[in-house]
């Protein structure tokens, strides 16, 4: 059992080249940068980027597996909790979407989208008074992008 070591400054170079990558929209090799930084890391920003890139393919089940052990190792961010609450949303687990917008929240109260997303969820389950509250206060911060029938809703 061999174990191979990685200079920091190739890892750094591989998360960076993976960066850039997914930046110009190059999904699939920064998949593969990310995945070359990953090996002997404990660098767990690299496992959300690597989720991110994922989402972007799509394969959502890889990118929640990415962002899982993000979160597992300590990784704490608007953006991974916003993307957990999304992929949760959209395979139907609404509790641990929910869960995951508010994390958000808690982290950055003036997360915006954190707010919308978080009224959708209420919305879906039924919960009419708390998804206008945080519709309101999304559109309060700036959020413009609200479909007719939530604008209705926040009248």
Do not use: R
Request: proline letters at 2%; charged letters at 20%; glycine letters at 6%.
């Amino acid at each position: 059992n061999k174990t191979l070591l990685v200079s920091p400054n190739y890892f750094d170079a591989l998360k960076l080249k993976g960066v850039m990558e997914l930046y110009q929209k190059k999904y699939a090799l920064a998949i593969s940068s990310f995945k070359n930084a990953a090996i002997n890391s404990e660098d767990s920003e690299l496992y959300s980027l690597m989720g991110s890139a994922y989402e972007n393919v799509p394969n959502i089940d890889s990118a929640l597996i990415c962002y899982t052990i993000a979160e597992q190792k300590g990784y704490q961010h608007v953006l991974l909790y916003n993307n957990l609450g999304s992929i949760y949303y959209t395979k139907g687990n609404l509790s641990k979407s929910l869960l995951y917008f508010e994390k958000a929240l808690i982290l950055d109260p003036t997360f915006v989208e954190g707010y919308y997303h978080k009224g959708k969820v209420l919305s879906k389950l039924g919960f009419t008074a708390g998804a206008t509250e945080n519709w309101k206060k999304a559109k309060s911060l700036g959020y413009t992008n609200f479909t007719k029938e939530e604008l209705e809703a926040i009248k």
